[in-house]
């Protein structure tokens, strides 16, 4: 065997794994470049349906939103793919009053669902998993009376706003309930259902959410 085809037979197959290689590295950050950029257009078509958007902030498409016009969201925050969010101002001919305050470079996972009748407030830089929900209302309350109804014809109901504090992480799939404040610094873990306020800089799990680390120095 002559060198030069001992060097095609072995070198061969290292060379097209190179080749390939670089070819998925080349698609991937194009592909993601005009992701992008048409993120960015998306984001321009969508901010005029909300009261206030600051600088900087994007929504990776698509997303679903009702009633834009009772929420505001800081600057450099990004919405993940498939988010929803809601202010009811109206449910079954009921008048609502609701109010979405988001803070500044906040980070909402894909398929987040924030859902507000009464208030919800976000601190800055919240960072969440995917599906996410942030809800501070239900289809009615849990008596016998009520459960008869079928849930989409019982009226809309709130125990409380939500606040949430600066620097808190959420977990994927967890989901925080009305009548709720997490305190600056809190981590919230995957799964998680959070029926009771959490204080600062702790970490609680479960469903109910219970403290399973607490930082009081």
Known sequence: MSTTHFLRVKLEPVVRVICAIIHYIYN??????????????????????FRKVGIGTIFYRPIKLIGGKHITIGNYTVFGKHCVICAWDKYNDIIL?????IGN???????????CINKISIGHNVLTGR???ISDNSHGISI??????????????SKGPIII??????????TILPNISIGNGAI??????????VPEYCVVAGNP?????QNND
């Not at 991937?28 to 349906?49: D, E």
């Open 28 to 49: 991937y950050k194009l592909n993601r470049y005009i992701g992008l950029f048409i993120s960015y257009l998306y984001t321009f078509w969508v901010i005029p349906n």
């Open 97 to 101: 009053h609701p109010n979405i305050e």
């Open 105 to 115: 470079g906040c980070d909402f996972g894909e398929y987040n669902h924030i859902t």
């Open 131 to 133: 599906w996410v929900t």
């Open 144 to 157: 016998k009376e009520m459960m008869k109804i079928p849930p989409t014809q019982r009226p809309i109901y």
């Open 165 to 174: 504090g600066n620097n808190v992480w959420i977990g994927d799939k967890a």
């Open 188 to 197: 919230i873990a995957a799964n998680s259902v959070v029926t009771k306020n």
């Open 209 to 213: 959410a219970k403290i399973i680390k």
